[in-house]
């Protein structure tokens, strides 16, 4: 066993100096123990996080009709492996990278590590477990226009969300030089931030703000607004498989995103565990409340396991801007209130009659809406110190826990921000698809079904498999 060094202690007596020096080597040891344990997590969160991809691709396999099963599959194959390339190429540097002035603590984007230049090892967790968000941002797109948009306008506009459209928003709410960052040093906006913890607005309100303008300029599936006429699903068994697996995924999306777990103090696992019964929470009231309302609304009182799914996953987008900093008695009505949200939003999409195949605007948009808005609301002090800064905890709780009401208005800025530039951007880029490559597939294509018209035929084959007798 080796002695500690006496030189360079300000103490002369040598059992103090020994003392001081194995209090340095400990104070060592548990700093490469936190960020041993850092690292640890934020992989086992992105892994998480990327299983969220099956749970996606599953959900939307049980909601298009069976004849466009290879074109969902390859599309969420596609979102992940594209994903990740223009995550490394332009994605983490304008997101999560610094300005070339470092002074500028307003910035609109991050302007430097392109590529990945110049990145330090221990950073490398924290682009695995970003570019699985950024992969999900992209995934909810699909959903909304499948069955009907052209496989080279998704694909040119995946790689744009990715590469610049999401990556932006990230910037503006989590990057510490962004404009409506809480993580900022000073000058915050409405002198809180905006509080999106696990990203109801950066991440679902993005994605779902992307959908509606791909929808809306894609058009409905032939039929969907037919009367008397229901199009054909695949399987309620695939839907909620992928919901269930989803809801497993989500808790790397919000537990992980403490981004440490910490050794000392203990006070980011206290915080994870929190956000992951929050979350829990959150997601069983929303799916108890959704199917309760649609059987009171129904006819024949069905009780329904698409509005059980859905109910699942608008709980689950509800709470996660605030899965760290409300109480659970505050995910409780979180829950209730995104049940509301999402039955607005299916009603509101019947109206103006944009098709949603899977339902990504009322689950991701309104709900991330209502996300945004409900820590300004039911945000407690305690909570609020315990995941992000004690300094200003009194000032930023919610309104109905004493708060002053500015971190609400931050969160309402932050909002209409993000609908306007992921509107925006999205809408011209659908359009220029529509103008050029073409957005939305022949009718024969339609009818016929992507996978036999692009995918090589069917996925599962008509003519029976001949049996031998033994």
Not at 236 to 244: A, H, M, N, S, Y
Not at 270 to 278: D, L, P, Q, Y
Not at 455 to 462: E, N, P, T
Request: glycine share 10%; hydrophobic share 50%; charged share 10%.
């Amino acid at each position: 066993m080796s002695t500690c060094p006496t030189a360079g202690y300000a103490s002369t007596n040598t059992e103090a100096q020994n003392i001081d020096c194995v209090n340095d080597v400990m104070l060592a040891a548990f700093a490469n123990y936190d960020s041993s344990n850092t690292n640890f997590w934020l992989m086992f969160g992105a892994i998480l996080v990327f299983f969220m991809q099956c749970g996606f691709a599953m959900l939307e396999v049980g909601m298009v009709n069976v004849k466009n099963t290879k074109n969902i599959l390859i599309k969420n194959v596609f979102d992940a492996s594209l994903g990740a390339l223009c995550w490394w190429f332009f994605g983490y540097a304008i997101a999560l990278s610094a300005p070339k002035d470092t002074t500028n603590f307003s910035s609109f984007i991050g302007e430097q590590n392109f590529f990945m230049k110049d990145v330090d090892n221990t950073i490398k967790s924290t682009w695995l477990f970003q570019w699985a968000f950024a992969a999900t941002a992209a995934t909810i797109v699909s959903g909304a226009v499948a069955e009907r948009v052209t496989f080279g306008c998704y694909i040119v506009y995946s790689i744009v969300l990715t590469s610049f459209i999401y990556p932006v928003v990230v910037h503006w709410g989590w990057n510490t030089y962004g404009w409506a960052s809480a993580w900022r040093e000073n000058d915050l906006l409405f002198g809180c931030g905006v509080t999106d913890f696990a990203g109801s607005g950066v991440v679902h309100l993005t994605g779902a703000v992307a959908a509606l303008a791909g929808a809306a300029t894609v058009g409905p599936r032939i039929g969907r607004f037919d009367e008397g006429i229901k199009l054909p699903q695949q399987s309620v068994v695939f839907q909620t498989l992928g919901t269930l697996i989803l809801w497993m995924g989500w808790y790397g999306f919000n537990g992980a995103s403490t981004l440490a777990l910490g050794t000392s103090g203990g006070d980011l696992s206290n915080a994870a565990a929190h956000t992951m019964v929050t979350t829990t929470i959150s997601a069983a009231t929303c799916c108890l409340t959704t199917v309760a309302l649609t059987a009171l609304m129904s006819k024949d009182k069905v009780i329904d396991i698409g509005a059980a799914n859905n109910g699942i996953l608008a709980g689950l987008v509800s709470i996660t801007a605030g899965c760290s900093s409300v109480e659970l008695e505050g995910a409780f009505v979180i829950g209730i209130i995104g049940s509301l949200f999402y039955l607005a939003g299916v009603a509101t999409l019947e109206y103006f009659k944009i098709d949603d195949v899977v339902g990504a605007v009322p689950v991701h948009g309104f709900c991330g809406v209502w996300g945004v808005i409900a820590p300004g609301f039911f945000t407690s002090s305690d909570q609020y110190a315990s995941a992000y800064y004690s300094a200003r905890a009194a000032k930023c709780a919610g309104v109905f826990y004493g708060g002053t009401g500015d971190m609400l208005a931050a969160n309402i800025v932050f909002i209409l921000a993000v609908i306007g530039w992921v509107g925006v951007l999205s809408t011209i880029l659908f359009q220029l698809c529509k103008m050029t490559i073409g957005v939305r597939v022949s009718l024969e294509v339609e009818e016929n079904g992507m996978d036999d018209s692009k995918h090589g035929g069917k996925v599962f084959s008509a003519t029976p498999v001949p049996t031998q007798e033994v």
